[in-house]
């Protein structure tokens, strides 16, 4: 009898894992019928619009376009000149946090080259370049009692000069991420409110000093700090200087698993309003976004019960807070490179459980195998995306005032490559639905490119290229080279949008063309580097392999690569002609 129970007890377990299986490949048909749903509403929604459009597609008159940078990634000078530390000094000098252990200590010396950059920039024919300030450059301590480095504002005088006299306008962030190293260490950073007084006191100092040349700025991510910021300006330099503050956020598009699926719309929607709604609702509306306040922002709501805690992890504002941010934004920037299918996914919230923003979202995100991927892992291109997203931002917002702030493509790839054809679909593509969006009312202003210079990555190092000209790091001079992506972008611009595709298709065709050259150019620039190198190594016998592998192989061989690829691509083209 109980050999019996044992064994109906086996067959139930074995009856409920069948169930599991066939549970859980009822859900996996049920994401893919309703992925299949969400992409045929993408191609339709895409093919309509490209069916309604005429074939001359030119933007309004005035409209601006740029390229980006910031001042970490790209100045180098870490120590020279009386700058202090930033958090990013300190933080990449730690061994195992950035890939290789790579610093931007140098980066791109841009320090050194501004009129070499901004000729780079004239060739492009930009209208705004949008670059950051960095604090502790200007205050050493972040704490501007202590001291005001004249030799920093010395270095941003002579770059907004040179700018706008080859006729660039400055756009300038306040803030990229290189808060001084002293206010970390000494308040925590942002986590202490004090930090909005010093940060008020760092914008005040920079409308002192540029204001009356600078005449958009863009604070941070910050809501308390950024209105700060921005009403101190309105009340001491708005009628005097004639400038706008702004904001400038990153979003990227959830688009639901399945359209018809109501719990993945709803997560789809939390998805941006978590993302982008988190910093830009207060500004605009006063208020956190309705469904973070219902999902983490009160004493009673789903996750703070089920969490057990005994206030919100959300702060709350006061109605004098709600006032004071409310309207604090003369345009917004938006940043958005891509974009993900969303589905709902419920996280264990309980007693125990682990919080974050993430788990805080219950939601899942997806990508499509097909999307185009040029190798870095979170950045596919999805163009119809972005149009999306700006319309999100002129239903919710009032339809303000917009430049894209950052929009660009990256590449992740062992070897040089100037003939970046991806990277030419990927502004194609993005600024033709950037051009459909303002066809729906969307009020876009202006496009910033990112970037103007490959730089240093954040954690990723050099690991990563977004630049439009390409930098060799492992020269201590860093010589710009143009990509093929240059010339597109440059022909973009001077026609203010696409005059019909076969001329499109002529920009694409010549600019791999001359990628070429300048493929030969660097590659016989790399081969004296790999030269000086192998004699470097032969007088230092306590080389390692290692080294050696990383400094004469993979040049080599890369150099090699790019001498063939030229070769062929030549080969072509005599073949087509």
Known sequence: MHSRLQELKKEEETLLKIKVMLQDQLNRLKFEEGALKSIINAQTDEGASQRSSPETEIFNQGFSWGAGSSAYQTEGAWDKDGKGLSIWDVFSHKKGKIQQNETGDASCEGYYKVKDDISLMKELKLNHYRFSISWPRLIPTGIKSDHINEKGIQYYNELIDHLLENKITPIVTLYHWDLPQVLQEKYGGWQNISMVNHFNEFANLCFERFGNRIKYWITFNNPWAHAKVWHTYDIQWRAKQKGLVGISL?????????????????????????????????????????????????????KSVQQGLGMSRLPTFSPQEKSYIKGTCDFLGVGHFTTRYITQKSNPSGRGSSSSYFTDRDLAELVDPRWPDPG??????????????????????????????????????????????????????????????????????????????????????????????????????????????????????????????????????????????????????????????????????????????????????????????????????????
């Open 250 to 302: 990153s979003g990227d598009w959830g688009e639901p698993v399945d359209i018809s699926n109501q719990k993945d719309i709803e997560a789809a929607e939390r998805y941006v309003q978590f993302y982008l709604g988190w910093f830009a609702t207060p500004i605009f509306h006063g208020d956190y976004p309705q469904v973070m306040k219902d999902f983490i922002g009160k004493l009673n709501s789903r």
């Open 376 to 577: 870095s892992e979170w950045l596919y291109s999805v163009p119809w995306g972005f149009r999306r997203l700006l319309n999100f931002v002129k239903t919710q917002y009032g339809n303000p005032m917009i430049y894209v702030t950052e929009n660009g493509v990256s590449e992740k790839m062992l070897c040089t490559e100037l003939c970046d054809d991806w990277r030419i679909q990927y502004f194609k593509d993005y600024i033709n639905e950037m051009l459909k969006a303002i066809k729906d009312g969307v009020n876009v202003k202006g496009y910033t490119a990112w970037s103007l210079l490959d730089k240093f990555e954040w954690d990723e190092g050099y690991s990563e290229r977004f630049g439009l000209y390409y930098v060799d790091f492992r020269n201590k001079n860093k010589p710009r080279y143009p990509k093929a992506s240059v010339q597109f972008y440059k022909r973009i611009i001077s026609s203010n949008g696409f005059p019909n595709q076969r001329e499109v298709e002529n920009w694409r065709r010549k600019a791999v063309e001359t990628c070429s050259s300048s493929n030969q150019l660097l590659a016989a620039e790399e081969q004296r580097s790999t030269a000086a190198n192998i004699l470097r190594l032969i007088h230092d016998p306590l080389t390692s392999h290692m080294e050696m592998v990383t400094e004469i192989v993979v040049p080599t061989v890369c150099t090699l690569s790019i001498l063939l690829s030229a070769i062929f691509l030549m080969f072509l083209l005599r073949r087509r002609n």
